[in-house]
């Protein structure tokens, strides 16, 4: 077996090691996710969460092996994106698929896994990013609730209540040219209206095999794709309505006025154009690389915004020629919501990570 290098006191008795490394592995390594998670037989992670399990980024999903007895024992995986506003982008990791065996609960192994993620990752990425409700767990590795997002409606979306001209699909049902104007209307929308993962070609080949995701899409007179959204994804996401997108502003204030009785989520940002007042956090953050962070924020915010330095804790930053001292935290949820403070509210950082892309 090839072994990853690690310095820590379970080294005698676990074997830390990749997917790229060991791929026989695989399959426990999905059965153990799956029976963390409490999936049934009729639910894939493997499919829900594609852009993860993909032997792509295999090199990036690492996992303990029991020395003795050769099982699996805990993993945890990473995929590098790229998040992107206005044409400005930053790197992020965003981290999943964490799970320790019943019974080796309690040996460090998380602690471990998650201490070697980030010292891995640490000065390539600007943010680490994860979903979980165990808030007192990840705050101890500097992890916050982060972001801002909105749920729309609150009614379950069913096939026959749906808007009028959209037809049920999946993406992998449809032609090449129907799949290329959805990657079309997503570059040329959501990557400009929204803070959000810019998708390259590798991306979205994944995307197409992502068969727990519905798909709807509507065509105009010509036959071409006009608009789209996505609901559903596998276990996860059910009956929540996590992508949309259209050709332009008035097609999309339309299409939030047409789905917005249902599951709809969408980004703090865009509170002003539904009906919806509760936010709720959109993802546990901790700050990586603070110079890549902060020269996303200077160029965001044209030179207004800059970390100077962080110390125990705390990260001192100017804003308007003015310096300031806030602990991670506090600089997190101000900056990025959820409700972010007025003086930074106007740059729209409010995270929108799709389903298809949320891991």
Not at 25 to 39: K, N
Not at 185 to 205: G, M, P
Not at 327 to 345: C, H, M, R, V, Y
Request: glycine share 4%; net charge negative.
């Amino acid at each position: 077996m090839s072994v990853c290098k690690i310095d820590n006191m379970t080294a005698n008795l676990f074997t830390l090691t990749t997917l790229s490394q060991n791929p026989e592995y695989f399959e426990e390594v999905i059965r153990l996710v799956e029976e963390g998670f409490h999936y049934n037989k009729e639910q894939s992670f493997e499919k829900d969460f594609a852009p993860l399990m993909n032997p792509l980024n295999f090199e990036n999903c690492f996992f303990y092996v029991d020395n003795i007895s050769h099982i699996v024992v805990a993993h945890l995986a990473v995929c590098i994106r790229t998040l992107v506003k206005h044409e400005t982008e930053m790197t992020v990791a965003l981290i999943g698929g964490i799970v320790t065996h019943k019974k080796y609960r309690g040996k460090n192994l998380f602690k471990n896994l998650i201490t070697h993620a980030i010292h891995t990752y640490q000065s390539e990425v600007a943010l680490f990013i994860l979903w979980s409700d165990l808030e007192s767990l990840y705050e101890k590795f500097d992890f916050y609730r982060t972001g801002g997002l909105i749920e729309c409606g609150k009614r379950n979306f069913s096939s026959s209540e749906r808007p009028s001209g959209f037809q049920k699909t999946k993406f992998s049902n449809i032609s090449d040219r129907e799949f290329k104007t959805i990657h079309h209307l997503y570059t040329t929308f959501n990557e400009k209206h929204f803070f959000t993962i810019k998708r390259n070609d590798k991306d979205w080949s994944i995307i197409k095999d992502m068969s727990s995701i519905d798909l709807y899409i509507k065509k105009n007179a010509t036959g071409n794709i006009e608009q789209y959204f996505c609901i559903n994804k596998g276990r996860d996401l059910t009956n929540i309505i996590h992508e949309i997108s259209c050709q332009n502003a008035e097609d999309y204030t339309s299409l939030i006025k047409e789905i917005g009785c249902f599951k709809l989520w969408l980004p703090e940002t865009e509170i002003t154009k539904t009906n919806s007042k509760e936010i709720f956090y959109t993802a546990y953050i901790k700050i990586g690389n603070t110079n890549l962070l902060n020269d996303f924020l200077k160029e965001i915010s044209k030179g207004e915004l800059q970390i100077t330095k962080t110390e125990n804790n705390n990260i001192y930053f100017k804003f308007q020629n003015k310096t300031y001292e806030a602990t991670f935290k506090d600089f997190l949820q101000n900056i990025f919501g959820p409700n972010a403070i007025d003086e930074f509210s106007n740059y729209g950082l409010s995270i929108y990570i799709s389903g298809l892309d949320s891991i």
